[in-house]
């Protein structure tokens, strides 16, 4: 087994944050937004908006002088913080976490076995203070050893019933509704529209179809390896292993993209500097090129880090001012939480 | 680094048969064929061509009870011996030995160091007692070392000028017109056509759209790992890193098409033994599936090799008795190049 140090870090990191500000906020049904005349209603008018407006436009007029050719139109979309919430802890963190128990179901001895006793006793200071090392049995424990078919029937099965703490709402309603317009508004521009996370892959292919659209073929993530096995009946499958094949995070951004892909994007939708790769090599593509940076300083919204006005970095979606500053300096588009969305949520009134 | 050895052995092998009869065959000036009325013109009538239109029909009819919707439509097909011709050397391997010369211009002290010392000398036979290890070093130096754009560039150059030594035409001329045919005629059905190769993904991405219809993001293939650095400029290059990602031969190609795109092929289309999980996870999969094995039997005008008629195996394209009789017991359909196409190449009178 190979080291699976930046993911055990951010889970450690994030599990040192778990106990950041939760408030509850209103809890109201969804609304559907025509996009028939405007295809952003939930951005409000600025440069943000415009910009991204003006780069689709551009890329896709066969006048234009930026015009890009369909198979070129590639644009990837990290997924925590850019495409859902991340904070207080990365989602498939909390799935993690929520699988011990039936794992300790299926094997009663680890009821007192590290990390999984301490796990069971919801104390999640005491979870965060584990070693990485311990940290990193409960990724593997819950992520590797079983089936690919069986992972997605728990996957699929927790997606559809696991409630966030703070909206107390299916995980998979806290989309940004900006970001699913983009999304639409560029495959209908004729863009393939890309995940591409530090999550695993496995774990987001489950619901990124329902979610957003995009097929898991389209979803490029941290992946772990499967070895073909034959069952019982010598049926053949594939196992999950607890071998790391691509760590989809920093310099692993452009690498799984080269081997997912095999073309360079044409743009880029990030919040953390674990994408500031990614946003790089998106914008040294020949041609016109967007890189657009998610900035969360939302207090009452959503959440306030990163180095918006003062305020303090969280554990989760690093942005220290350095790659603002990159940001700036790069032509990139910052988009405010704050002031660019109109609307969050789609059940926001 | 990581060991390289089924690629090696393959290419040891190839080398080892390079002195395979070659026998000249005619040249003629390619004929376009019409595909209106009868998608398979190059296929003769019989058990292999129906069951292939019988597949395509049930399963893209939304009336048949194996009806499979568009998105699920993933057809797999294997590169060497299935798509185009592999006798008696991997086109890839051609290449890694035609690179030699312009790698010691650019470091003449290798002239004098083994392996490229003996590649230099035109002695294939003496390349094929090279020790393994010895060889892996002229895969390593000719496909890892340079950025993927220059990378790109070499192969691109190449595939555009050289030619192979039977029929002298370029490689890409050597596909197998009923191949191409199946490939439209499954794509004009909505099923997206992925290749599946043992040969290296970054080599078979830069021909592949201009000879098959297939971008580069529908090429599986074995994968080293790219290094993201950063140029004398500081502009943003992928490094081609000689770690092995991926050995996309034998189980690696179930698992590759899980990573690469997540959904269980309903066709796969093969040639030798490093298909077989492929052939049978294709299989394996719910519903209706199609697995073809392409039987090379006809010497005259392509080559024979393999169990039919009892002609001994050669080192490329292995295909044992075995996996002959698993096919028969499967129900995967063997295609006879002899009697099952009537055509080979579209440059054939």
Redesign the interface.
């Known amino acids: 087994m190979r080291p699976h140090l930046s993911r055990s870090k951010r889970l450690r990191l994030s599990l040192l944050s778990v106990f950041a500000a939760i408030a509850l906020a209103r809890v109201h049904a969804p609304i559907q937004l025509s996009a028939q005349v405007d295809p952003l209603p939930a951005w409000n008018e600025g440069a943000a908006r415009t910009a991204i407006m003006a780069f689709v436009q551009a890329t896709t007029d066969p006048a234009s002088k930026d015009f890009v050719p369909p ?1 070129d139109r590639i644009a990837t979309f990290d997924q925590d913080g850019t495409l859902w919430v991340e904070h207080p802890m990365y989602t498939q963190v909390v799935y993690c976490l929520d699988r011990v128990p039936a794992l300790v179901r299926a094997k009663p001895q680890l009821a007192n076995t590290e990390p999984f006793k301490t796990v069971l006793t919801g104390n999640l200071e005491a979870v965060a203070r584990l070693p990485v090392p311990e940290l990193q049995k409960i990724l593997v424990a819950t992520l590797t050893g079983m089936s ?1 078919d069986q992972f997605q029937t728990q996957v699929k099965l927790w997606i559809d019933s696991a409630r966030d703490r703070r909206w107390k709402r299916p995980y998979t309603d806290l989309k940004y509704e900006p970001m699913i317009e983009v999304l639409n508004f560029m495959r209908a521009k004729g863009y393939r529209t890309y995940i591409v996370t530090g999550g695993g ?2 774990f987001v ?1 489950v619901f990124a ?1 329902k979610a957003y659209g995009i ?3 389209q ?1 490029v993530g941290t ?1 772990s ?4 096995e034959y069952g019982e009946n010598g ?4 196992l999950k292993a607890p071998k790391l ?2 760590n989809d995070n920093n ?1 692993g951004k ?2 799984g993209i ?6 360079q994007p044409h743009a880029a939708f990030c919040n953390s500097t674990g994408d500031r ?1 990614m946003l ?2 998106t914008k ?1 593509g020949k041609g016109r090129r967007l890189a657009v940076l998610i900035l969360h300083d939302d207090a009452t919204r959503e959440y306030a880090y990163g180095p918006a006005q003062g305020l303090p970095e969280t554990r989760v979606g690093v942005f220290p001012q350095a790659l603002y500053d990159e940001a700036k300096k790069g032509g990139w588009v910052v988009v405010s939480m704050k002031n660019d969305w109109k609307r969050i949520f789609a059940f926001e009134p």
Do not use: N, S
């Not at 390896?225 to 073909?228: A, I, Q, R």
């Not at 049926?235 to 594939?238: C, G, Q, S, T």
């Not at 080269?258 to 073309?263: A, E, Q, S």
């Open positions: 198979p690919v892959q496995d292919r179809d097929p898991p073929e979803v992946a390896g499967t070895k073909f049926e053949p499958y594939l094949l691509l310099a452009p690498e080269h081997l997912m892909i095999g073309r790769q790089e090599y040294a």
